[in-house]
């Protein structure tokens, strides 16, 4: 059983920083996902086990950047240049799935984390 548990969220200005932690991400294929109020959880960026391959949201490229420690369980995803669009409770999941959907599919991560806040005042 995987457990996943994210931390680092909180509430920030735009234009700053926040790193988040998901610990616990084992042998997984990694990825983050975002949801705001009365919209679908979204895809934010993905990460392979081994850290080499990384993929992310047209809406995210170039300000976030997702990460892993192997040595200590962990997956990060920094967040610069925050939104207040970026405001969304973020979640961390294992990818137990690989279909013709991609890395971009809720249908393909198996464990997720319970969550963590992340507001953007303007």
């Known amino acids: 059983q995987v457990q996943l548990v994210e931390s680092g969220g909180g509430l920030v200005q735009a234009g700053g920083s926040l790193r988040l932690s998901c610990a616990g991400s084992g042998r997984y294929h990694m990825g983050w996902f975002r949801q705001a109020p009365g919209r679908e959880r979204e895809f934010v960026a993905a990460?392979?086990?081994?850290?080499?391959?990384?993929a992310y949201a047209d809406s995210v490229k170039g300000r976030f950047t997702i990460s892993r420690d192997n040595a200590k369980n962990t997956v990060y995803l920094q967040m610069n240049s925050l939104k207040p669009e970026d405001t969304a409770v973020y979640y961390c999941?294992?990818?137990?799935?690989?279909?013709?959907?991609?890395?971009?599919?809720?249908?393909?991560?198996?464990?997720w984390g319970q969550g963590t806040q992340v507001t953007v005042s303007s």
């Open positions: 999941a294992a990818r137990v799935r690989f279909s013709s959907r991609g890395v971009t599919s809720r249908e393909d991560y198996g464990y």
């Open positions: 990460i392979s086990w081994s850290g080499g391959t990384t």
